[in-house]
């Protein structure tokens, strides 16, 4: 039977030029990242994530890619990313990496060559038209921004399409050279270590847009298949991470019984769980968490707060997005895309250290594997003077130090600003005082990671929802083995009591609270302060 490491990992995405850099060029670096890696290891971190790292134009944060082979030199070198590889497996860690393969840069060789010669191998790689396809502006990703999903290209004297942004022409992943290089992409990384991928924009991956052809379409989820196959193959135990933005009946499709993705992101339930924390109950993270389909086979749901992106509230009534751009991006500068908001965690709390507890500790209580995005574990804010999703991709604050201590760099010469003003300048949001001081929020986080990693029942045991007559309080049940953790979480302003009136539940043991005194008072009644939390243990006997 394979390792299914990713049932309890905790795992936490870094953007490598925002996160440290070593040499002072005013990039963070592969030698900056390894020699932070003490900071993950004392976070409780099991598995790094990596958002594009290869050599690119960069006029997408790095997701347009024009080699798939390298390091982006600024980012160090191959043999810097096996010495931090070699690094992370000291301290335990795993690392998988972003696979982004639905399109490349447009000065990637691939696409030079098939748009300078009608003849060239690679012409096919790529979705060409002659004439003008009809409504190049359907199915835009970016409103307000992008302006078409096809463009002319002068040179080819042909239309090319592109789901995202005009310099990112999309694969024709319906050809089998191109499928068969993406398997060889994976296999070069694999042999360099990783534990799989994170594999971006899957629905257009697999959904073969603007391709003409007299053949027969595959079923588009085939290619799903394809790649899990060879990833078996290859390395058993690596595992596939679905950036997919689905609807729940479309998961199955997607988990196919452990023959496709190990797990996809639960964007439906994020939604779901920032319009219960902005309505202040818990009822339509419940009603969510409900209607989730359990994947099949070994599969697992990958569950956030915030992440690179926007947070993505497309999947909402208009009613529900705007309640929740009320509550945390009121302002027009603070939305993106007519569908989402372009802020990080802390800043939409307005620093409220007691709700962002009661959310971190929610999302490492929800049955799944959670994903953290680096800076949310110290508070850090956003910039809302950059453009777009940039907002929430500064750098790494480490100390009071001048450029927050991620760059010895002139300011002038820094990937980004770092943020050095209001609450959340470097200088009072840093890891150097939130890891010095135990009371801190950052060992706040720290404990629930510790409390998450001793809980295997949540990753393994799936969840039932306890019903204990309250909206405005989640508590949920899992078990495994045996044995069995409940966690109860309360998004209101208001203190609450509830009881356990479950029999089988025996005595209760506090793994985690929010306050030093323990949740309990009496037999099986709990009470929870405005915004609490508590983690519990059940050891099966009754008092």
Same mark, same amino acid.
């Given at each position: 039977?394979?390792?299914?490491?990713?049932?309890?990992?905790?795992?936490?995405?870094?953007?490598?030029?925002?996160?440290?850099?070593?040499?002072?060029?005013?990039?963070?670096?592969?030698?900056?990242?390894?020699?932070? /890696?003490?900071?993950?290891?004392?976070?409780?971190?099991?598995?790094?994530?990596?958002?594009?790292?290869?050599?690119?134009?960069?006029?997408?944060?790095?997701?347009?890619?024009?080699?798939?082979?390298?390091?982006?030199?600024?980012?160090?070198?191959?043999?810097?990313?096996?010495?931090?590889?070699?690094?992370?497996?000291?301290?335990?860690?795993?690392?998988?990496?972003?696979?982004?393969?639905? @399109?490349?840069?447009?000065?990637? @060789?691939?696409?030079?060559?098939?748009?300078?010669?009608?003849?060239?191998?690679?012409?096919?790689?790529?979705?060409?038209?002659?004439?003008? =396809?009809?409504?190049?502006?359907?199915?835009?990703?970016?409103?307000?921004?992008?302006?078409?999903?096809?463009? %002319?290209?002068?040179?080819?004297?042909?239309?090319?399409?592109?789901?995202? %942004?005009?310099?990112?022409?999309?694969?024709?992943?319906?050809?089998?050279?191109?499928?068969?290089?993406?398997?060889?992409?994976?296999?070069?990384?694999?042999?360099?270590?990783?534990?799989?991928?994170?594999?971006?924009?899957?629905?257009?991956?697999?959904?073969?847009?603007?391709?003409?052809?007299?053949?027969?379409?595959?079923?588009?989820?085939?290619?799903?298949?394809?790649? @899990?196959?060879?990833?078996?193959?290859?390395?058993?135990?690596?595992?596939?991470?679905?950036?997919?933005?689905?609807?729940?009946?479309?998961?199955?499709?997607?988990?196919?019984?452990?023959?496709?993705?190990?797990?996809?992101?639960?964007?439906?339930?994020?939604?779901?769980?920032?319009?219960?924390?902005?309505?202040?109950?818990?009822?339509?993270?419940?009603?969510? /968490?409900?209607?989730? =389909?359990?994947?099949?086979?070994?599969?697992?749901?990958?569950?956030?707060?915030?992440?690179?992106?926007?947070?993505?509230?497309?999947?909402?009534?208009?009613?529900?997005?705007?309640?929740?751009?009320?509550?945390?991006?009121?302002?027009?500068?603070?939305?993106?895309?007519?569908?989402?908001?372009?802020?990080?965690?802390?800043?939409?709390?307005?620093?409220?250290?007691?709700?962002?507890?009661?959310?971190?500790?929610?999302?490492?209580?929800?049955?799944?594997?959670?994903?953290?995005?680096?800076?949310?574990?110290?508070?850090?804010?956003?910039?809302?003077?950059?453009?777009?999703?940039?907002?929430?991709?500064?750098?790494?604050?480490?100390? =009071?130090?001048?450029?927050?201590?991620?760059?010895?760099?002139?300011?002038?010469? /820094?990937?980004?600003?770092?943020?050095?003003?209001?609450?959340?300048?470097?200088?009072?949001?840093?890891?150097?005082?939130?890891?010095?001081?135990?009371?801190?929020?950052?060992?706040?986080?720290?404990?629930?990671?510790?409390?998450?990693?001793?809980?295997?029942?949540?990753?393994?045991?799936?969840?039932?929802?306890?019903?204990?007559?309250?909206?405005?309080?989640?508590?949920?049940?899992?078990?495994?083995?045996?044995?069995?953790?409940?966690?109860?979480?309360?998004?209101?302003?208001?203190?609450?009591?509830?009881?356990?009136?479950?029999?089988?539940?025996?005595?209760?043991?506090?793994? /985690?609270?929010?306050? =030093?005194?323990?949740?309990?008072?009496?037999?099986?009644?709990?009470?929870?302060?405005?915004?609490?939390?508590?983690?519990?243990?059940?050891?099966?006997?009754?008092?």
């Amino acid at each position: 039977m394979a390792n299914l490491w990713y049932k309890n990992a905790i795992v936490y995405c870094v953007d490598v030029k925002s996160f440290m850099d070593a040499n002072g060029d005013g990039t963070g670096d592969f030698i900056g990242l390894a020699d932070r /890696l003490d900071h993950l290891e004392r976070l409780g971190v099991t598995c790094i994530w990596l958002n594009p790292f290869y050599p690119s134009p960069r006029q997408d944060n790095g997701y347009d890619i024009s080699d798939y082979y390298g390091v982006d030199p600024q980012l160090g070198t191959l043999g810097d990313f096996v010495e931090f590889i070699e690094a992370a497996k000291d301290r335990g860690m795993r690392v998988i990496v972003d696979l982004v393969v639905n @399109h490349t840069s447009d000065q990637h @060789h691939w696409f030079q060559s098939s748009r300078a010669d009608p003849a060239s191998p690679y012409r096919d790689w790529y979705v060409w038209r002659d004439e003008k =396809p009809d409504n190049i502006t359907d199915g835009i990703v970016f409103p307000g921004v992008q302006k078409a999903t096809w463009s %002319y290209d002068h040179t080819a004297k042909a239309w090319y399409m592109h789901r995202f %942004y005009k310099f990112q022409p999309d694969l024709n992943t319906t050809n089998p050279a191109v499928r068969q290089e993406i398997l060889k992409i994976m296999g070069f990384w694999l042999a360099l270590g990783v534990s799989g991928f994170r594999v971006d924009a899957v629905p257009f991956l697999i959904e073969p847009r603007g391709v003409l052809t007299d053949k027969p379409m595959v079923d588009p989820h085939a290619m799903l298949t394809e790649i @899990h196959d060879f990833l078996s193959w290859r390395k058993a135990e690596a595992i596939l991470l679905a950036e997919a933005n689905i609807r729940y009946e479309e998961a199955p499709a997607y988990f196919s019984a452990g023959d496709r993705m190990t797990m996809v992101f639960d964007f439906v339930g994020n939604q779901q769980l920032f319009l219960s924390l902005a309505r202040k109950t818990a009822a339509p993270l419940r009603r969510s /968490l409900a209607a989730r =389909p359990e994947p099949g086979g070994m599969g697992q749901w990958a569950v956030f707060l915030r992440n690179h992106d926007e947070l993505n509230l497309g999947n909402l009534t208009e009613q529900e997005r705007d309640e929740c751009f009320a509550q945390f991006g009121p302002k027009p500068d603070m939305q993106v895309y007519d569908r989402g908001l372009r802020r990080r965690l802390a800043a939409m709390f307005d620093g409220d250290q007691t709700r962002l507890k009661m959310a971190f500790s929610l999302l490492l209580a929800l049955p799944g594997t959670p994903v953290i995005w680096y800076g949310d574990e110290i508070g850090m804010g956003e910039d809302l003077s950059l453009p777009e999703r940039e907002a929430v991709r500064t750098p790494m604050q480490w100390s =009071p130090q001048a450029n927050g201590g991620f760059s010895s760099a002139p300011r002038s010469k /820094l990937v980004r600003p770092v943020i050095d003003k209001g609450k959340f300048g470097y200088q009072h949001v840093n890891a150097a005082i939130e890891t010095q001081h135990r009371n801190s929020f950052f060992h706040a986080i720290a404990d629930m990671v510790s409390a998450r990693r001793s809980s295997p029942e949540i990753g393994w045991g799936g969840i039932d929802i306890i019903d204990v007559g309250d909206d405005e309080v989640l508590v949920l049940s899992s078990q495994w083995r045996g044995n069995r953790v409940i966690t109860a979480h309360n998004f209101s302003d208001q203190p609450k009591i509830f009881h356990l009136s479950d029999e089988s539940i025996g005595a209760l043991m506090p793994m /985690l609270t929010e306050s =030093p005194s323990g949740p309990l008072a009496g037999d099986d009644e709990i009470s929870l302060s405005p915004y609490g939390y508590c983690w519990l243990r059940c050891n099966g006997e009754r008092r």
